[in-house]
C-alpha cells in the first residue's frame, strides 16, 4: 500500500573588483583582490552573492526519488535576509565552481522581516539520504534572478498561488494562464502558504480562465489545491466549466455538504455518455489539501491530505475537449464559498510519491527542510602584477610635457595572476578609462597569452571607448561587456600571465592630463584628456 493510501497521523562579491583606469605613466605595483568563487551557470553565479545559507532535504518526507521537484521554502522570519530585495536572492546546488542555479521563483518577499516562500526546482530529490542546496543573497547586480516558468516542469499547465492583490490570479507556468476577474473576490486573504483568495458565495464571485485547448481533452490529469470551506449548507464548488452536459463538463472540483465529502467528478459522451466520481469523507475545519487523478481508460481517484483517498467505481475511457469558458470558484451557475490557494492542473497522473511529498512539504514547513547558518562567501585570493613601462613611443603617456602632443601610443601591460584556491572557474578584471574627448575609434586593444602572437579574444583590435572593458578569463564563449568581447579566450591556472597592448589615437588639440591614485580596497588611476 503507497503512502498516499493511509490516512496520515504525523505531521511531520562579495565581489570586489580590480578596477584599472588605464593610466599612461611608467610604474611596477602589486595589486591584491579578491574574486569571489564562481561557476559557470544560467543566469547568475556564486560569486555575485556577499552570503549563503544550505537548506537541507528531510529524505523521511520523500517516498522516492523525485526529479525537477518544485521544493517550498517558507521561512517566518531571517534577520540575515532583513533589507534586502527579492532581487538579492537566488539558489544553487553547490557552493563552489560548476554550481548550478536551479530556476526559483518569490512568491512573497518581506524586507522589513526577512519573511521568505519561495519555489525551487530542485533537480534530484534523494528518498535515502538528505538532499542539500543553498540559498544566496547580497547579489551585487541587483538584477532578477526569478525565472518562476522554470521551476514547474511541461506537465503543469497552470499554477496559480492565489497570492495576486486584485485583478484575478496569474499562472506561473509557461502556459500563462492567467485568470481574470468575474466577480470580484477578496484578495490576499490569509492563505495556506501566503496569500489565498476569498470567494463568497452569496455574492457569486469568480474568476475566469481564458477558454484553452490544452486544459481539457487530456489523456491524464491532476488537479490539486488547499482550500478552507466557510460553509456547509450549500456545495462549494472549486474548479468548473461552463456547462452541464457530458460532453461539455470534462471535470470539475467540489465540496458536497449533502454527503460532507470532497469530490472529483469527470464526465464523457465519448463511448456513451458516463460520469464517474472519487469522494473522500472530511471536515471543513480549515485549510484541506485536494488532489484529483485520472488517466485515459482508469479509474478516478480523490486525495484528501490527512485523511485518506478514494477510486471512482469504474473508469472513465477520454476526457471531451469542450468549447467553453473554465472557472475558479464556479461551475455554471453554483460557486464557491471559501478560501482557494495553491491551484494547479497537470496533465499526466502524478505519483504518489509526488503527492505525499508535495503534502509533506507544505504541511510541515520547518521539518521538511531546515534552513544553515549564515556563512560569507568568501571566494579566493587573486593576486595580479601588472607592468606598464614598454611604449613604441618615446614619451610618456600621463606625463603633462606631452600637453597638446598628437599621435598614435601603444602602452603594454602584463598581468600575473596566482589565486590559492581550486575553485576558481573563471576570472573577471574590469578594466576603465577615464577619455574625456577620446571616442571609441581612438582606443582599442590587443591581448596575447605568450607575448607574442598578438590579437587573441577574437583575433582584432578590439574597441573600448570611453567605458573601458572587462577581460573574462576561461570562458568558453565571450559576450559583450563593457565594449570588449572575444571568441578565444585564455585558460587560466593557479598561475597565468596575459599580456594587453592599448592603442590611444591622440586627435590634434587634445592634451593628456596627469594622473592620480587613490587607495582603497581596489586602487584606481585617473589618466585622462582635456581639450
Request: with cysteine; aromatic share 12%.
Amino acid at each position: 500500500m503507497s503512502p498516499i493510501q493511509k490516512i496520515r497521523k504525523n505531521k511531520s562579491k562579495l565581489m570586489t573588483f580590480l578596477v584599472f583606469f588605464l593610466m599612461f605613466f611608467s610604474v611596477f605595483m602589486t595589486i591584491s583582490f579578491i574574486e569571489p568563487n564562481m561557476g559557470v551557470v544560467s543566469g547568475a553565479t556564486t560569486g555575485e552573492f556577499s552570503y549563503y545559507k544550505s537548506i537541507t532535504i528531510d529524505h523521511t518526507q520523500v517516498p522516492s526519488d523525485l526529479t525537477n521537484f518544485p521544493v517550498l521554502v517558507s521561512i517566518s522570519s531571517d534577520s540575515d535576509l532583513v533589507g534586502y530585495s527579492s532581487e538579492d536572492i537566488a539558489f544553487f546546488d553547490g557552493t563552489g565552481a560548476g554550481a548550478t542555479q536551479l530556476n526559483h521563483e518569490i512568491e512573497l518577499f518581506n524586507s522589513g522581516t526577512g519573511q521568505l516562500i519561495a519555489w525551487v526546482n530542485v533537480t534530484s530529490v534523494n528518498s535515502s539520504s538528505d538532499t542539500v542546496f543553498y540559498m544566496f543573497y547580497g547579489d551585487s547586480d541587483g538584477s532578477s534572478e526569478e525565472n518562476p516558468s522554470g521551476v514547474w516542469d511541461s506537465h503543469y499547465l497552470a499554477v496559480w498561488h492565489m497570492n495576486d492583490a486584485s485583478g484575478g490570479a496569474t499562472d506561473s507556468t509557461s502556459y500563462n494562464h492567467d485568470a481574470t476577474e468575474g466577480t470580484s473576490p477578496t484578495y490576499q486573504a490569509s492563505g495556506k502558504i501566503g496569500y489565498g483568495i476569498d470567494f463568497e458565495m452569496d455574492n457569486s464571485e469568480y474568476l475566469v480562465v481564458s477558454n484553452s485547448t490544452n486544459l481539457d481533452g487530456l489523456s491524464a490529469i491532476t488537479i490539486e489545491c488547499w482550500v478552507d470551506i466557510e460553509t456547509t449548507t450549500a456545495r462549494s464548488f472549486i474548479f468548473g466549466h461552463d456547462n452541464w452536459d457530458y460532453n461539455n463538463d470534462p471535470y470539475y472540483l467540489r465540496y458536497d455538504h449533502n454527503d460532507g465529502a470532497y469530490d472529483l467528478i469527470m464526465a464523457t459522451d465519448i463511448g456513451g455518455d458516463n460520469s464517474q466520481e472519487a469522494s473522500v469523507v472530511s471536515d471543513t475545519n480549515g485549510f484541506k489539501y485536494l488532489c484529483g487523478r485520472w488517466q485515459q481508460d482508469g479509474y478516478l481517484n480523490m486525495f484528501v491530505g490527512g485523511v485518506g483517498d478514494s477510486d471512482s467505481n469504474g473508469n472513465l475511457t477520454a476526457m471531451t475537449n469542450p468549447d467553453n469558458s473554465k472557472y475558479i470558484g464556479r461551475r455554471v451557475t453554483s460557486y464557491c464559498d471559501g478560501i482557494i490557494d495553491e491551484l494547479r492542473i497537470s496533465d499526466i497522473r502524478r505519483s504518489d510519491a509526488w503527492i505525499d511529498a508535495t503534502y509533506n512539504n507544505a504541511v510541515n514547513q520547518t521539518t521538511f527542510i531546515s534552513v544553515g547558518t549564515n556563512t560569507t562567501n568568501v571566494g579566493t585570493t587573486v593576486s595580479l602584477v601588472l607592468h606598464d613601462d614598454k611604449f613604441t613611443h618615446s614619451g610618456q603617456l600621463g606625463n603633462t610635457s606631452l600637453s597638446n602632443e598628437t599621435g598614435t601610443y601603444y602602452e603594454w601591460a602584463e598581468f600575473n595572476i596566482s589565486y590559492d584556491g581550486t575553485n576558481v572557474e573563471y576570472i573577471r578584471i574590469n578594466i576603465t578609462d577615464i577619455h574625456a574627448n577620446i571616442t571609441s575609434s581612438n582606443c582599442s586593444y590587443q591581448f596575447s597569452s605568450d607575448n607574442t602572437t598578438w590579437g587573441g579574444l577574437g583575433g582584432n583590435w578590439k574597441s573600448g571607448g570611453d567605458g573601458g572593458f572587462t577581460i573574462i578569463l576561461n570562458q568558453t564563449t565571450w559576450t559583450t561587456a563593457n565594449g570588449c568581447y572575444g571568441s578565444n579566450p585564455f585558460p587560466i591556472s593557479s598561475n597565468t600571465s596575459i599580456w594587453m597592448v592599448e592603442k590611444v589615437t591622440i586627435p590634434t588639440g587634445i592634451g593628456i592630463e596627469t594622473y592620480s591614485t587613490t587607495t582603497g580596497t581596489s586602487r584606481t588611476w585617473d589618466a585622462g584628456y582635456y581639450t
